[in-house]
């Protein structure tokens, strides 16, 4: 493994051949390459397996309750814009608990990397059904398989307006990079939903299995394409891996119109308010 400076000694509470220790290499590989400063980054996270991997990095980091990891971000970011902020979680922390905040951070469009760990079960409390996990699906509790129609991440994403939206399987790691890499360099909102099999409480969709379900996108593949995009987002078994949804065009961030940096663009914690400021504020 390659020498990061984001490299950080610690006992790492996964289990053994979980694909969380690849997608963690491969994102501090791609904060090393592309120069980014630990002290210049932030990491957000909820509750999960997924969630735990900010506490393996050495930079500052927030890691607070189930689904909330993708709020925070934003309100980091808002607070900061200088800084690089990233949302990191797993399928249930974020497109479960954390669904709401999902919707409407992609209504706001926070200059975010939201890296989604997608290994289609709850691996934390020990293999329950995720949003993701699909029909016919035995678990511990759904015994008789699961029921309902997968959450589609993309679709959603692409369909309220996000303007970076892709998809990687961490064993293709020169692909999960150059995504990752992408997104951090990408100016808005870019989720990256990220097959990472669960080797404890997932015996269906193994290595193995997402390698056989999964295409790479042809570089002839127009990414600018909505309606392309949207049908890319559909597919599966298999799945398109790539950017699907790239918008080409600038949409403004909620930082960027925001009243608060209108007229002033420090960030707000080297702002100072005096009493007869706030007075006014309250009147």
């Known amino acids: 493994m390659k020498k990061t400076r984001f490299d950080f000694a610690s006992e790492i ?4 051949g979980c694909g969380n220790f690849l997608l963690l290499q491969l994102l501090k590989e791609s904060l090393e390459e592309l120069d980014i400063k630990p002290t210049d980054l932030v990491i957000s996270s909820g509750i999960g ?3 735990k991997m900010p506490q393996y990095v050495n930079t500052s980091f927030f ?7 993708l709020s925070v971000a934003s309100a980091i970011k808002m607070a900061n814009p200088n800084l690089l902020v990233i949302a990191e979680g797993g399928d249930g922390d974020m497109y479960g608990e954390g669904g709401n905040h999902f919707i409407h951070n992609i209504r706001r469009n926070p200059n975010v990397v939201h890296l989604v760990h997608n290994n289609m079960v709850y691996g934390l409390t020990q293999g329950q059904a995720s949003p993701t996990s699909p029909k016919g699906f035995k678990t511990p509790i759904q015994t008789e398989g699961v029921i309902l129609e997968p959450f589609n991440p993309l679709s959603v994403a692409i369909s ?4 970076f939206v892709a998809r990687t399987f961490v064993g293709n790691a020169e692909l999960t990079k150059s995504l990752i890499k992408q997104a951090i360099q990408y100016n808005g909102y870019a989720l990256i939903d990220i097959f990472d099999p669960c080797v404890s409480f ?7 299995w997402y390698k056989a379900n999964t295409y790479v996108l042809d570089e002839n593949y127009d990414s600018s394409d909505k309606m392309q995009a949207m049908a890319k987002a559909f597919e599966s078994e298999p799945f398109p891996l790539g950017v699907l949804y790239k918008r080409e065009d600038h949409k403004p961030t909620i930082e960027e119109q925001h009243p608060a940096y209108a007229d002033d663009k420090r960030p707000l914690y080297e702002r100072t308010r005096t009493a007869e400021e706030l007075a006014h504020l309250m009147e």
């Open 63 to 69: 890691n607070g309750l189930h689904g909330r990891g």
């Open 13 to 16: 509470a996964w289990c053994p």
């Open 202 to 208: 997932n015996k269906i969709n193994t290595f193995a």
């Open 160 to 163: 309220l307006g996000a303007p």
């Open 49 to 51: 397996q997924a969630a």
